[in-house]
């Protein structure tokens, strides 16, 4: 960010790139917060879909159906608002949306705990790829902590991406 006496250069929250993240952010909680009811409600009720894991022994066709449909509805509307603000700024788009998605993957995971009524163990389907930390009692996956450092490293690129260049050129034109 760069402030002279007449003019701020840095991300504002009146940017287009700010307002696309509070939208892809809106959706991703939205469908977190769906997917991860659906997925109750289906393992309690007797459909056998959600216990055939023939997919790397912990996920179903059910789940990749509705992470298609996820992606789909997460990066196709990114996808339409950043071909209408700004086609130049792929990586804007792209470092937000991804952003989003994480975020999504853990509010899904986490809600479906907490409408299932589960509280967290060492030995939760959500532990095997990397386990978990024991923090006051309550076992917190470690890919959460991952996810949430990375979900905030890919928003801040991706509304700081581009502002470097704004600066050399005010700095140029000087």
């Known amino acids: 960010m760069l402030e002279t006496k007449n003019h701020y250069l840095g991300p504002s929250l009146k940017a287009p790139e700010f307002k696309l993240l509070i939208g892809l952010t809106m959706?991703?909680?939205?469908?977190?917060?769906?997917?991860?009811?659906?997925?109750?409600?289906?393992f309690t009720s007797s459909s056998p879909i959600l216990?055939?894991?023939w997919?790397?022994?912990?996920?179903?066709?059910?789940?990749?159906v509705l992470a298609i449909l996820v992606l789909s509805?997460?990066?196709?509307?990114?996808?339409?608002?950043?071909l209408t603000y700004s086609p130049t700024r792929f990586r804007k788009f792209f470092l937000l949306t991804l952003g989003d998605f994480i975020l999504w993957a853990l509010l899904e995971d986490e809600f479906f705990f907490i409408f299932s009524g589960a509280t967290h163990t060492p030995t939760d389907w959500t532990?095997?790829?990397?386990?978990a930390v024991n923090i006051f009692g309550s076992y917190i996956p470690i890919w959460y902590i991952l996810a949430i450092g990375a979900i905030f490293v890919l928003w801040f690129l991706g509304l700081s991406i581009g502002e470097a260049r704004k600066s050399e050129v005010f700095a140029e034109a000087r």
């Open 55 to 64: 997919i790397l022994g912990h996920y179903t066709s059910y789940h990749v």
């Open 51 to 53: 216990y055939d894991t």
């Open 73 to 82: 509805m997460i990066f196709g509307v990114g996808f339409v608002a950043w």
């Open 27 to 42: 959706i991703s909680i939205i469908e977190a917060i769906t997917y991860a009811w659906i997925e109750v409600v289906l």
């Open 127 to 131: 532990n095997w790829p990397l386990g």
